[in-house]
């Protein structure tokens, strides 16, 4: 008896026959067409150990898929990498960047990061950089604050890349203005 398994080449890598005959992508969760045969089946009472035959789906497959079904109502795969609680996390976060934003909309990006420290929603080591709250607060369409001193108007701006003689508008030999 040989121990060798057959393989085959997909368009999302190497797959391969499992005991059953059935394919699989190593790591890749099974298609949202069988995941709906294993609910249906499991809805008109066929027993798991069947339904891995006739789908020639492993029988811990299914019971997983059954399992996430009757404690979620979804018959969607997880999330592929990363942690579930970092997600949160990361979420918790940014809401408290909008909350912080929303009361003071006249901090910069690093005052805001400063204010998430100070309130110890995260240390100096993993708060947010301070692009990454600019991007949050782009995102967000944040509206401009009444005062403008902190904000330069576009004339202002351009005067000031005016004066840059190393700005990408003079290496490209562009001009200004």
Same mark, same amino acid.
């Given at each position: 008896?040989?121990? &060798?398994?057959?393989?085959?080449?997909?368009?999302?890598?190497?797959?391969?026959?499992?005991?059953?005959?059935?394919?699989?992508?190593? =790591?890749?969760?099974? $298609?949202?067409?069988?995941?709906?045969? !294993?609910?249906?089946?499991?809805?008109?009472?066929?027993? $798991?150990?069947? !339904? @891995?035959?006739?789908?020639?789906?492993?029988?811990?497959? *299914?019971?997983?898929?059954?399992?996430?079904? +009757? #404690?979620? %109502?979804?018959?969607?795969? =997880?999330?592929?990498?990363?942690?579930?609680?970092?997600?949160?996390?990361?979420?918790?976060? #940014?809401? #408290?960047? !909008?909350?912080?934003?929303? /009361?003071? $909309?006249?901090?910069? +990006?690093? /005052?805001?990061? &400063? *204010?998430?420290?100070?309130? &110890?929603?995260?240390?100096?080591?993993? +708060?947010?950089?301070?692009?990454?709250?600019?991007?949050?607060?782009?995102?967000?369409?944040?509206?401009?604050?009444?005062?403008? @001193?902190?904000?330069?108007?576009?004339?202002?701006?351009?005067?000031?890349?005016?004066?840059?003689?190393? @700005?990408? &508008?003079?290496?490209? %030999?562009?001009?200004?203005?």
């Amino acid at each position: 008896m040989t121990t &060798d398994s057959i393989t085959f080449n997909h368009i999302l890598g190497q797959g391969r026959v499992n005991q059953l005959g059935g394919v699989f992508i190593n =790591g890749r969760p099974l $298609p949202i067409h069988v995941r709906h045969a !294993i609910i249906a089946m499991a809805k008109k009472g066929v027993k $798991p150990c069947h !339904i @891995s035959r006739q789908l020639k789906v492993s029988h811990g497959a *299914v019971s997983k898929i059954l399992n996430r079904y +009757a #404690e979620t %109502g979804s018959i969607s795969p =997880g999330q592929i990498g990363g942690s579930p609680r970092a997600r949160l996390t990361v979420q918790a976060v #940014e809401k #408290e960047i !909008i909350i912080a934003h929303e /009361e003071n $909309p006249h901090l910069s +990006a690093a /005052e805001l990061r &400063d *204010v998430l420290v100070q309130k &110890d929603v995260c240390t100096k080591g993993n +708060a947010p950089t301070v692009p990454a709250i600019k991007r949050l607060i782009g995102a967000r369409g944040s509206p401009p604050s009444s005062n403008s @001193s902190h904000h330069p108007t576009p004339q202002i701006k351009k005067m000031e890349r005016k004066r840059l003689s190393y @700005s990408i &508008d003079s290496i490209l %030999g562009i001009s200004i203005g």
